[in-house]
């Protein structure tokens, strides 16, 4: 697989060593070559991309189970002026770690990223109950906490994390594969500054947009659909997010597959900017999934042999119309 970013691009992501991030991160050829740097926070990696102190961001936002990560949306949407550039799927197994020799009895107290949390409530709900839940600003840190803090490490406190991060800090798996659904899966997206490009075609792509309103009104949403419905474009979310502006005022969060290069792709973004108060592109990029790169060389086989076929029909128009 050829690399998407050049040998040595520094990528920022939610640290420490052993976030689901990292994982996600690591788990795609394309990101390999870059110098990987573990920050505080998705609002951190973020401002470290948009002020040039790093090439690339790499963030979650969206997990099959607790839905968009909200702090990286807004942050997209409101707050940060970056593109999408690739997106990682990454399947989640959740476990629960804690100091060498500790009972699941004896855990009085879970401590990791809430949305971790999240994805194992019917199990911490059947395991443990009467646990009190503590809120992390990652999985990684969580397990850190316990595996470095002497305070944290009281025999009685657990986290929930990867077992990378269990290793990592010298912790144990005390029960593991705790989410409460098989298919958890969290979609991660590479972000970097307009001025970087957006990719090529490859066939096998997803455009994101969002969508302000002129005016709230009867059919508005509709009108906004009509458009994609229209052309035969292929809608794989669609989320409204309120404005901050007022109560009822609502923007559209829209992935579709296509890439703006699409003359198709152009005309309906065409329209959309014509009849909305504001469109904001967040980026053309190639499409995640383990089919993903059969599909890119299919549409681009198919595409090339449909170029040879209407070529050859245009090779038989005839010359001006007085000769």
Same mark, same amino acid.
């Given at each position: 697989?050829?690399?998407?970013?050049?040998?040595?691009?520094?990528?920022?992501?939610?640290?420490?060593?052993?976030?689901?991030?990292?994982?996600?991160?690591?788990?795609?050829?394309? @990101?390999?070559?870059?110098?990987?740097?573990?920050?505080?926070?998705?609002?951190?990696?973020?401002? *470290? =991309?948009?002020?040039?102190? !790093? #090439?690339? &961001?790499?963030?979650?936002?969206?997990?099959?189970?607790?839905?968009?990560?909200? !702090?990286?949306?807004? /942050?997209?949407?409101?707050?940060? #002026?970056?593109?999408?550039?690739?997106? =990682?799927?990454?399947?989640?197994?959740?476990? %629960?770690?804690?100091?060498?020799?500790?009972?699941?009895? /004896? =855990?009085?107290? =879970?401590?990791?990223?809430?949305? $971790?949390?999240? /994805?194992?409530? +019917?199990?911490?709900?059947?395991?443990?109950?009467?646990?009190?839940?503590?809120?992390?600003?990652?999985?990684?840190?969580?397990?850190? /906490?316990? &595996?470095? +803090?002497?305070?944290?490490?009281?025999?009685?406190?657990? *986290?929930?994390?990867?077992?990378? *991060?269990?290793?990592?800090?010298?912790?144990?798996?005390?029960?593991?594969?705790?989410?409460?659904?098989?298919?958890?899966?969290?979609?991660?997206? %590479?972000?970097?500054?307009?001025?970087?490009?957006?990719?090529?075609?490859?066939?096998?792509?997803?455009?994101?947009?969002?969508?302000?309103?002129?005016?709230?009104?009867?059919?508005?949403?509709?009108?906004?659909?009509?458009?994609?419905?229209?052309? #035969?474009?292929? @809608?794989?979310?669609?989320?409204?997010?309120?404005?901050?502006?007022?109560?009822?005022?609502?923007?559209? !969060?829209?992935?579709?597959?296509?890439?703006?290069?699409?003359?198709?792709?152009?005309?309906? %973004?065409? #329209?959309?900017? $014509?009849?909305?108060?504001?469109?904001?592109?967040?980026?053309?990029?190639?499409?995640?999934?383990?089919?993903?790169?059969? $599909?890119?060389?299919? $549409?681009?086989? *198919?595409?090339?042999?449909?170029?040879?076929?209407?070529?050859?029909?245009?090779? +038989?128009?005839?010359?001006?119309? +007085?000769?």
């Amino acid at each position: 697989m050829t690399a998407f970013v050049a040998p040595g691009a520094s990528i920022g992501f939610l640290g420490p060593r052993g976030t689901f991030t990292e994982e996600a991160l690591r788990s795609d050829a394309r @990101l390999a070559a870059g110098d990987l740097q573990p920050m505080r926070s998705f609002v951190h990696v973020l401002d *470290a =991309v948009s002020s040039g102190h !790093i #090439d690339y &961001g790499f963030v979650a936002i969206e997990n099959s189970i607790e839905g968009t990560v909200s !702090i990286t949306m807004d /942050q997209l949407v409101f707050e940060q #002026d970056l593109i999408i550039v690739a997106e =990682v799927v990454l399947p989640v197994t959740q476990n %629960l770690v804690g100091p060498p020799g500790m009972a699941l009895s /004896q =855990v009085k107290r =879970v401590v990791s990223f809430p949305h $971790a949390t999240g /994805q194992c409530r +019917n199990w911490l709900a059947a395991h443990l109950p009467e646990a009190e839940e503590v809120a992390a600003s990652s999985t990684a840190e969580a397990v850190r /906490q316990i &595996g470095e +803090n002497g305070a944290d490490r009281d025999g009685h406190t657990a *986290a929930i994390g990867t077992a990378l *991060a269990a290793s990592l800090y010298g912790l144990d798996v005390l029960a593991a594969g705790i989410e409460d659904h098989d298919d958890n899966a969290t979609r991660f997206v %590479l972000v970097a500054r307009p001025a970087s490009g957006i990719p090529a075609p490859s066939g096998h792509d997803k455009t994101s947009v969002v969508c302000f309103q002129s005016a709230d009104h009867p059919g508005s949403l509709h009108g906004i659909l009509g458009q994609f419905s229209a052309r #035969d474009l292929n @809608l794989v979310k669609l989320e409204s997010r309120p404005t901050k502006k007022g109560l009822g005022d609502y923007c559209f !969060i829209i992935d579709f597959e296509g890439h703006v290069a699409d003359e198709v792709v152009a005309d309906c %973004l065409r #329209d959309l900017h $014509a009849g909305l108060r504001s469109l904001k592109f967040l980026g053309s990029y190639p499409a995640a999934g383990e089919s993903g790169a059969g $599909a890119r060389r299919a $549409a681009t086989e *198919a595409w090339q042999a449909a170029d040879r076929w209407i070529a050859a029909i245009r090779s +038989n128009i005839r010359g001006e119309a +007085n000769q």
